[in-house]
């Protein structure tokens, strides 16, 4: 029998969760965005060498968390159902399971970072520099993809806020210590350049796994208590979260692409493209939590077998979406001649930024309609149709254009291109598959 609950969902509803969720998604690319900033005020070697390893630890965090998302629409699931306790053995053991992930990611990629970063063109003082800060940042894998898992069942729970509160909380404790631990105290500290914003940012992830596990325990019905016997849902669990690993695969493939032909036009232009690449980070967590907030009452309307309602919420996110991501554009547009003067005093950086970010812009709307859709069908569990969707745009989209780019005209403006055609593949088709999916008759 169908849920008789009204098919509208209201702002306030969605803004409950997204608000919070924004705030809560900008902390990991703001941590990053920090240690930027400040460790531009070193060189341009260090900033390049931070762009690179700081991108790869904040792209490797995106692969391996997706049992956030996964999680998430688990128990959204189960709480529109209101049946909650079949999950209660789930949530230790996905939690072990991230933290185990997340430890012998740590082990394998510091143990080949030269390599790693050797992929990336970092060569020299870069590639140095790239070691020591990821030997100390690496560390905090586990932390990282456990806090995320919690962040996932909060949200399932219908609620963003605690996360908000411990990813805010993390991020400041980030900003004080970079700058005390990157220049010194005199008399008390002595300056750790490089080394300090690490372990700025090592401190903050552990700090925010720990605030999560008080919220866990003191705010949710769960437990720590593992169970021996496997919960049945930790199969779909996996399933889902496979989808999207490899789906993030895909994502963190154009990503190296880019950051690997970068890094091959010189440090200037692996700077430039380090800046510009954080903000666009730093805007997609902020577009995504709308995403959140779609990917937690869709699946909560699917629980109550809801389908109108997810109709109308879909496109309710995607027009709210829209408006923020058109609101960036615009804020970027009028800091375009200062921004970059934030991150580096470097002349030949600010030039190769001013010559690309225009596109970043132009990205902003196109992002947002993308972000919006995905959190709606990862909600109702369609990760399989994001898969396919990623390597379509990514195979077809991104490749071929950066590719033909580095043949025939090798510059930072031809990955950016590369960029937008990418995203332009990605929001067109998803929000097509929406409407045909999803469209009621009578609609």
Known sequence: MKSQIPNTISNKAINRLAIPAILMGIAEPLISLVDIAFIGRTGTTQLAAVGIASGFYLMSVWILAQTLTAIAAIVSRHYGQ??????????PQ?????????????????YFSTEIFQLYNAQGDVLDACNR????????????LAAMLLFGIFRGLQNTTWAMIIALSGAAINVVLDYILIFGV???????????????????????????????????????????KINPQFR??????????????????????????????????????????????????????YAHAGNAISGRLIGEENTAGLYRLGFKIGKISLFIGSGLGLVYLILYPYIAGVFTSDSLVISAFNTVFWLVILSQPINALAFAFDGIYKGIGHTKILRNLLAAATLLGFVPVAVSFHIFAPSLLGIWVAFLAWMLIRSGWIVWDFRRKYKPEST
């Open 82 to 91: 209101k049946k909650l306790e079949e999950i209660a053995s789930l949530i």
């Open 94 to 110: 996905a939690l072990l399971a991230n933290i185990l992930l997340g430890l012998g990611f740590y082990i394998l990629t510091s």
């Open 133 to 144: 800060y990821f030997s100390i940042r690496a560390i905090g894998f586990p932390f990282s």
């Open 186 to 228: 005199s008399g008390f500290i002595e300056p750790m350049g490089l080394e300090g914003a690490a372990y700025a940012s090592l401190t903050a992830q552990i700090v925010m796994f720990l605030l999560a596990v008080i919220f866990l325990l003191w705010r949710t019905p769960f437990n720590l208590r593992l169970s021996p």
């Open 236 to 289: 779909w669990l996996a399933a889902m979260s496979g989808d999207l690993f490899l789906r993030t695969i895909l994502l963190n493939l154009t990503f190296y692409l880019a950051t690997r032909y970068a890094t091959g036009y010189g440090d200037e232009v692996v700077a430039a493209h380090t800046i510009a690449l954080n903000i666009w980070l730093f805007s997609s967590f902020f577009i995504d939590g």
